[in-house]
């Protein structure tokens, strides 16, 4: 079992910057590609980005390239997405999770998440 908690959401204005934290807790984090994704009102959960097990390798979403970088450390069990030049269509619940797969961009191939974190982006 993977408890994983999600901060760092808030307002910005289009043009801001945001960083995203997700904590995890429970079975080994370092084990797992950890994976950030929004959902909109009215939208199906998408993906943004995701980052192997050891943070060597990278996969971003096109909407995202260029603007979004996730990292992490496996010393404190900790997941991040520097969120720059923000755009209203950025507006979303931001949800990271794990999964076994590498470098997974389908939701479906995720087994933990966590509650989710606002981000709204003002115009």
């Known amino acids: 079992q993977v408890q994983l908690v999600e901060s760092g959401g808030g307002l910005v204005q289009a043009g801001g910057s945001l960083r995203l934290s997700c904590a995890a807790s429970?079975?080994?984090?370092?084990?797992?590609?950890m994976g950030w994704f929004r959902q909109a009102p009215g939208k199906e959960r998408e993906f943004v980005a995701a980052?192997?097990?050891?943070?060597?390798?990278?996969s971003y979403a096109d909407s995202v390239k260029g603007r979004f970088r996730i990292s992490r450390d496996n010393t404190k069990n900790t997941v991040y997405l520097q969120m720059n030049t923000l755009k209203p269509e950025d507006t979303a619940v931001y949800y990271c999770g794990t999964s076994l797969q590498l470098l997974a961009n389908m939701s479906s191939l995720y087994n933990y998440w966590g509650q989710g974190t606002q981000v709204t982006v003002s115009s």
């Open positions: 980052v192997s097990s050891t943070g060597a390798r990278l």
């Open positions: 429970g079975r080994t984090f370092g084990g797992y590609t």
